[in-house]
C-alpha cells in the first residue's frame, strides 16, 4: 500500500511516495504557501494517494539529540494523526538535504523526503517488520 513521506521545512514540504507496485521511495511534490495552501494541498495528496501510513522525517542534531524544529515537526506529524487517522512514523532526518544535492536533485525537498522514506523502509526491514505484501 502506499506510503508517503514528508520532509517538513520552515518554507517548504518536500513529498515522497512508495507507490503500491514498489518497494522503494520516489519524489513526488513540494509544498509551498501559506500554511493553510499547504494543508488544502496535503488534504488533497492523501485524498488521492490514501496511504496507510506516513513518515516524517525528524531533525536530529549531529549529536544525535532532538534539533530545535523537532518540536514543531512532531506537532505536524499530530495533526496529519489527529486530520487523517493515519498512523504516522518519524525518522532521523540527518543529512537528507544534503545527500539529495549531492545526488543532483533537481527538487531537493522531495528528493530529500524519498531519503528519509527509503531510510524507514530500510529499518524497518532490517527490523523485521513487515510492511508490504508483494
Same mark, same amino acid.
Request: aromatic fraction near 8%; hydrophobic fraction near 45%.
Given at each position: 500500500?502506499? !506510503?508517503?513521506?514528508?520532509?517538513?521545512?520552515?518554507?517548504?514540504?518536500?513529498?515522497?511516495?512508495?507507490?503500491?507496485?514498489?518497494?522503494?521511495? +520516489?519524489?513526488?511534490?513540494?509544498?509551498?504557501?501559506?500554511?493553510?495552501?499547504?494543508?488544502?494541498?496535503?488534504?488533497?495528496?492523501?485524498?488521492?494517494?490514501?496511504?496507510?501510513?506516513?513518515?516524517?522525517?525528524?531533525?536530529?542534531?549531529?549529536?544525535?539529540?532532538?534539533?530545535?524544529?523537532?518540536?514543531?515537526?512532531?506537532?505536524?506529524?499530530?495533526?496529519?494523526?489527529?486530520?487523517?487517522?493515519?498512523?504516522?512514523?518519524?525518522?532521523?532526518?540527518?543529512?537528507?538535504?544534503?545527500?539529495? &544535492?549531492?545526488?543532483?536533485?533537481?527538487?531537493?525537498?522531495?528528493?530529500? &523526503? &524519498?531519503?528519509? +522514506?527509503?531510510?524507514? +523502509? &530500510?529499518?524497518?526491514?532490517?527490523?523485521?517488520?513487515?510492511?508490504?505484501? !508483494?
Amino acid at each position: 500500500m502506499n !506510503l508517503l513521506g514528508f520532509d517538513h521545512g520552515t518554507e517548504r514540504i518536500g513529498v515522497a511516495i512508495v507507490p503500491d507496485d514498489t518497494s522503494f521511495a +520516489l519524489p513526488l511534490t513540494t509544498i509551498a504557501g501559506t500554511e493553510e495552501e499547504q494543508w488544502k494541498q496535503i488534504d488533497d495528496l492523501i485524498r488521492k494517494q490514501s496511504p496507510r501510513s506516513v513518515v516524517v522525517g525528524l531533525p536530529y542534531t549531529m549529536a544525535g539529540k532532538e534539533g530545535d524544529q523537532a518540536a514543531i515537526v512532531r506537532e505536524f506529524g499530530a495533526k496529519i494523526f489527529e486530520r487523517y487517522n493515519i498512523p504516522v512514523n518519524y525518522v532521523d532526518e540527518r543529512m537528507s538535504s544534503q545527500q539529495a &544535492a549531492a545526488a543532483g536533485a533537481t527538487d531537493i525537498d522531495a528528493s530529500s &523526503a &524519498a531519503i528519509i +522514506l527509503d531510510s524507514f +523502509l &530500510a529499518k524497518s526491514e532490517a527490523s523485521g517488520d513487515v510492511l508490504f505484501d !508483494l
